[in-house]
């Protein structure tokens, strides 16, 4: 009986092709030039707060995240240019857990007590896991979305959102259909990955009506599972995470905005995940490669082998780092290693 597995070999070696293909035309178009400001606030004391490979594909490429002596910003510099982005971003889809979903509508019990909305827009939707999970609670909600990639297409096909739109809110064109439209606006985890926070920051709030909602979060620069796991901590993901906010500047654009700040909770929105993750992806990165098309040469069997063994010897360190993450998760959320934070501001009606 033959196997199912050489009829992939030929799909796999035409993405190699096209890979090693761009690869050829050499990887410094990837990167915009160096800033020697702070995208923030425009500070020019700037220190190299760490260096890093592509944790999360293992695709060639180096990358250095830099942090603002003046107002803290963290920002990943050089950044990607487009053709960057594309090219570290392919091949990559959402999966959503259990735990996800609990979280999901943790946010929206957040908002219960605050208002009850007719319209909701969800910023970097994805496949609209957030509006699904949102829905239970908020039946008679209209929920829309937004995300750079087509993925909010799918969401809109399997009912999850009523409207779809692919781009950031900063996409020209875009923000003026959804311009003082929506009672909520949610920004979940995308500032983070939005190559403009500030200005993206401002369309979420342009696109509220007056006494609507904004509901963020984001990952917490000060974390100090950041300084303890470093380029392994899961909000350093590079190449991917193009920026960290400190609340603190936060603060200063909503007011700045137009806004009342309600609450900043810095406890709820903890994600157990660090050490797991961490160890992941560090051990990943210790194993002998997979194969990818992104790589020159595929592996021989007996690399896949060892690889496929070893991963299967680790697991007790993976299972021990989930462990301690959902252990710690209480101490954790009531100390400075909380790695998010929510806030949720109203947009104060023009005088």
């Given amino acids: 009986m033959s ?35 702070c995208p923030w606030c425009g500070g ?17 490429g180096t990358f250095t995240v830099e942090e ?4 803290a910003h963290v920002f990943q510099n050089p950044g990607l240019t487009p053709e960057g982005m594309a090219f570290y971003h392919r091949d990559r889809d959402g999966y959503e857990s259990p735990s996800s979903r609990r979280r999901n509508r943790e946010r929206v019990r957040a908002m219960l007590h605050l208002v009850e909305p007719e319209s909701w827009l969800d910023v970097g939707t994805g496949d609209g896991d957030f509006p699904a999970a949102a829905q239970e609670l908020l039946p008679y909600t209209s929920f829309d979305g937004t995300d750079p990639t087509p993925r909010v297409l799918r969401a809109r096909a399997t009912e999850r959102v009523e409207d779809a739109y692919v781009g950031h809110l900063t996409t020209p064109g875009l923000l003026g259909r959804l311009r003082s439209r929506y009672d909520v606006v949610s920004v979940f985890h995308q500032l983070e990955r939005a190559p403009s926070p500030r200005e993206e920051l401002k369309a979420a ?13 984001l990952a917490n620069p000060h974390s100090a599972f950041a300084a303890l796991l470093g380029k392994w901590w899961p909000a350093h993901a590079q190449p991917r995470q193009l920026h960290l ?6 603060h200063k654009a909503l007011e ?16 157990p995940a660090d050490l ?20 020159a040469t595929p592996p ?31 101490l954790a959320r009531r100390t400075g290693f909380s790695n998010a934070y929510r806030v949720i501001a109203r947009k104060n009606p023009l005088p």
């Fill in 3 to 37: 196997s199912s597995v050489p009829s992939a070999w030929p799909a796999i070696d035409l993405r190699r092709a096209k890979y090693l293909a761009e690869l050829a035309q050499g990887t410094e178009r990837f990167h915009a030039p160096r800033r020697e400001s």
């Fill in 256 to 271: 700045d905005g137009n806004c009342t700040i309600l609450s900043t909770d810095e406890a709820a929105p903890h994600i």
């Fill in 245 to 250: 906010l400190p609340p603190a500047n936060v």
């Fill in 276 to 295: 797991a993750t961490a160890a992941t992806r560090a051990l990943s990165q210790a194993l002998p490669s997979p194969d990818t098309p992104w790589r």
């Fill in 205 to 217: 709030i342009a696109a509220l009506r007056p006494g609507g909602h904004l509901v963020l979060e």
């Fill in 68 to 71: 603002c002596e003046d107002c």
């Fill in 300 to 330: 021989t069997v007996l690399q896949l082998t060892a690889r496929a063994a070893l991963t299967a010897a680790t697991a007790p360190v993976r299972l021990t780092a989930t462990a301690l993450d959902h252990t710690l998760a209480p």
């Fill in 44 to 60: 020019q004391r700037l220190r190299v707060r760490l260096t890093a490979p592509d944790v999360i594909q293992g695709k060639p």
